[in-house]
């Protein structure tokens, strides 16, 4: 009997906190979701904070992206039946090489333009591997829950991966903080010091792919970029100093999957409705953004405004 | 059963899915030269995503006034697909201009996030009208196997809108996309045309979702363009090349979309459907694949060409000065066979001119190496050994010309005559 049934947005809360005390005895599929998905928003929090300030976000779009050849040419080769961590580090590896490869191979050789062959690649290796895996699973059901997500589908096995992911996200940045910082804000200074600002940024794009894989199954290989550059974009308007900046982004992160679970549980109770959580969690993402911009904004013009009469005072 | 190719086109069944599909790859590759030219290809991306809710807004609503109308329906959804991307423009727009958020970032975002709330609307229809969500689904990877021959006629319309438009239209579109300055002064509306095309770069991405899908519209848009610019450079060539190969690849696409799941059906097991889109762009992308290794090719080709050249030509210029020369097998071969060396290798009259000339190029380039450019007496021999391949007759004459026709190079040696 799962306790959340039939609560509303706020017994939600209450009852989550209430049975976290108790360490979640039989763990529900509500729980599964709300912690698989705040895990997947500190990843993508720290990561997208990166991101942004290296104007690399179109790089995590087109690896999101070919994560799903990856993990279908890891599943043909490797032969696995059960996709475990192994695999699928495997696949991400497979697919941040193939097209990071492939596009500096049409960048640099056939000189074609930037945009152009990042947008050809991971496009034509999408489609590859939508054609394969409806092929090989004779259904186009994957292939749409790739781009779509699927939370109600997620299972304690998902926890460990995306728990495993989380803890290697944080376990590099915290490792190499100085090193990303450096790299991001002065790249000439990095080099100059020794740091390869090439290696850390194959190690951001190993991380985002791996990152993507994990959230695969939760929010599909679409909506992890609002999880990425949502927050990240939020957090900007906030503060312009970098720790601060990557802990509000996993907070707003986090603050919107609970929100988004809780909301969705509470629909279904209510109206009977049942909403996609993951597209719920996009919206209050966006919406956040939205209340911070108008927030920003009017304080912005309060400051303008104060100056203004002092001037006139003056 | 198996199907000719004509059978595409014949078949009352077939007919609408080809030409259908066809000609919404041929709007999306002539919209895609421009973004091509206009270095936005990830703008389409984010402009196709965020026609998403449009389409759930679009089809769910028109389903709701006016059930099981197909014609009204294919509208609604083609007017809903647009308006969101139009709103998905402006949102960018102003996103990288009042707000300075990096261009990569806000097109990122609002791909997601329009892409989400289609998702979230569609949602709500999945478990009362599961209908609807499954005809939502079909434009997610795109399926023109239910095309009725009314979306046809819908669809060539608007095609045949665009194509107009690019006829009427060709010389200003040329003015602004190369030189803004010049358009600017014979008075073009810049930011007009700017905004036109973007707005029918979102009318060509409303055309398509249909047999390509949102998720894949973007590598469609840009495919065709990417495929032709390797052939020409020219923008009136780009388009019908464009539009040709956007054409093929509709085909194409649509044909083995069918044909496929029909070669791997098993006895006793399910049939099941492929997409469009992705046969589509995979299609496209193939083409472009081959049109990489051709312009590979001929890279190539003309680099083993020239170092063949400036073998040859070595070696009539060491015949020449009556040094000894190790040539290969095929180097003998083929200065005999053009007619350069006689049966005991020495050089014919044509081979001595020819060689004369080498040595002539060589030389006069020292002469102007070390008058016009001062460089070191000792240093230029390197550089004219590269250049002897390289200066043509017309050059040459300059040359000459410049030079005031000397007879002796830096190293006092002579040069030979002007030959004809």
Same mark, same amino acid.
């Given at each position: ?29 509500d ?5 698989v ?17 290296k ?36 696949? /991400?590896?497979? &697919?941040a ?33 939508v ?32 728990g495993i ?15 990303f ?28 792919a ?35 900046l ?27 409705i049942?909403? &996609? ?38 | ?46 402009? &196709? ?13 028109i ?7 197909e ?33 990569? /970032? ?23 009208h ?101 052939f ?63 312009g ?31 040539a ?27 060689a004369?000339r ?25 550089n ?37």
């Amino acid at each position: 009997m799962n306790p959340y049934w039939d609560k509303n947005f706020f017994q939600v809360f209450m009852i989550f906190f209430q049975r976290m005390v108790q360490g979640f005895p039989n763990m529900a599929s509500d729980e599964v979701q709300i912690l698989v998905l705040s895990l997947v928003a500190v990843s993508t929090g720290l990561l997208g904070v990166f991101l942004v300030l290296k104007k690399m976000t179109m790089l995590a779009n087109s690896l999101s992206h070919t994560i799903l050849l990856g993990i279908v040419l890891a599943f043909v080769f490797l032969g696995a039946q059960v996709l475990n961590f192994e695999v699928l580090f495997v696949a /991400a590896f497979i &697919s941040a090489l193939v097209t990071t490869l492939l596009t500096q191979f049409l960048t640099h050789t056939i000189r074609l333009q930037e945009d152009a062959s990042i947008g050809l690649v991971f496009t034509s290796l999408f489609a590859l591997g939508v054609v394969c895996v409806t092929a090989l699973t004779r259904s186009s059901h994957i292939g749409i829950e790739a781009v779509m997500g699927n939370v109600d589908a997620l299972h304690i096995t998902d926890l460990k991966l995306i728990g495993i992911i989380a803890c290697i996200n944080i376990g590099v940045f915290t490792l190499f903080f100085k090193e990303f910082q450096l790299t991001t804000f002065d790249s000439v200074l990095a080099k100059v010091l020794g740091i390869s600002p090439t290696l850390f940024n194959y190690l951001i794009m190993i991380l985002v792919a791996m990152t993507s894989i994990g959230a695969f199954r939760a929010v599909g290989v679409l909506l992890v970029l609002a999880f990425l550059v949502g927050p990240a974009l939020t957090a900007r308007l906030l503060t312009n100093r970098l720790k601060p900046l990557l802990f509000l982004a996993c907070a707003i992160g986090i603050f919107s999957s609970l929100c988004g679970v809780a909301l969705s549980r509470h629909i279904l109770s209510t109206w009977h409705i049942s909403l &996609s959580t993951a597209g719920l969690i996009v919206t209050l993402i966006a919406l956040v953004y939205g209340l911070t911009l108008v927030y920003t904004l009017r304080k912005r013009s309060g400051t303008h405004a104060g100056t203004g009469t002092k001037e006139e005072k003056v | 059963m198996t199907y000719s190719i004509f059978d595409f086109f014949t078949d009352p069944v077939f007919r609408a899915p080809t030409v259908g599909s066809m000609l919404m790859c041929l709007a999306s590759s002539l919209i895609g030269v421009l973004v091509i030219i206009r270095k936005r290809s990830l703008l389409g991306e984010a402009l &196709s995503h965020a026609s998403y809710p449009g389409v759930v807004i679009g089809l769910i609503l028109i389903s709701f006034y006016f059930p099981m109308q197909e014609e009204i329906i294919g509208i609604g959804i083609l007017a809903g697909a647009f308006c969101t991307s139009l709103l998905a423009l402006f949102v960018i727009h102003k996103m990288e201009r009042k707000f300075r958020v990096k261009s990569d /970032a806000a097109l990122c975002f609002v791909l997601s996030v329009f892409f989400g709330v289609g998702i979230l609307i569609a949602s709500r229809v999945q478990t009362t009208h599961a209908m609807w969500y499954k005809q939502i689904q079909l434009f997610l990877y795109g399926q023109s196997a239910t095309l009725m021959d009314i979306h046809v006629l819908t669809y060539g319309i608007l095609c045949c809108l665009i194509i107009a438009l690019f006829f009427l239209l060709y010389r200003s579109i040329e003015a602004v996309h190369f030189d803004v300055d010049f358009s600017k002064s014979i008075g073009i509306r810049v930011n007009f045309f700017e905004n036109m095309i973007y707005c029918l770069l979102a009318l060509a991405i409303c055309i398509g979702i249909r047999s390509v899908g949102v998720v894949l519209m973007s590598g469609m848009l840009i495919a065709p363009g990417i495929c032709a610019r390797q052939f020409t450079h020219r923008l009136s060539v780009l388009l019908v090349l464009s539009g040709f190969i956007g054409l093929i690849s509709g085909f194409f696409g649509n044909y083995f979309s069918v044909i496929i799941p029909e070669m791997m059906q098993v006895e006793g097991q399910k049939n099941f459907s492929l997409p469009t889109g992705p046969m589509i762009l995979l299609f496209a992308a193939f083409l472009c694949a081959i049109s990489f290794a051709i312009g590979l090719g001929t890279r190539y080709v003309r680099i083993v060409e020239h170092k063949w050249q400036c073998r040859l030509e070595n070696a009539l210029k060491s015949m020449w000065k009556n040094e000894s020369i190790e040539a290969s097998c095929a180097l003998r071969f083929w200065l005999k066979w053009q007619g350069w060396v006689d049966e005991k290798y020495h050089l014919t009259p044509e081979g001595f001119i020819y060689a004369s000339r080498i040595v002539r190029l060589h030389r006069l380039w020292e002469v102007y190496l070390v008058d016009y450019l001062g460089q070191k007496v000792e240093k230029v021999h390197r550089n004219a050994e590269e250049m002897e391949h390289i200066i043509t007759p017309e050059l040459e004459k300059e040359l000459t010309l410049l030079l005031n026709n000397p007879r002796l190079d830096p190293h006092k040696q002579p040069i030979p005559e002007e030959t004809l």
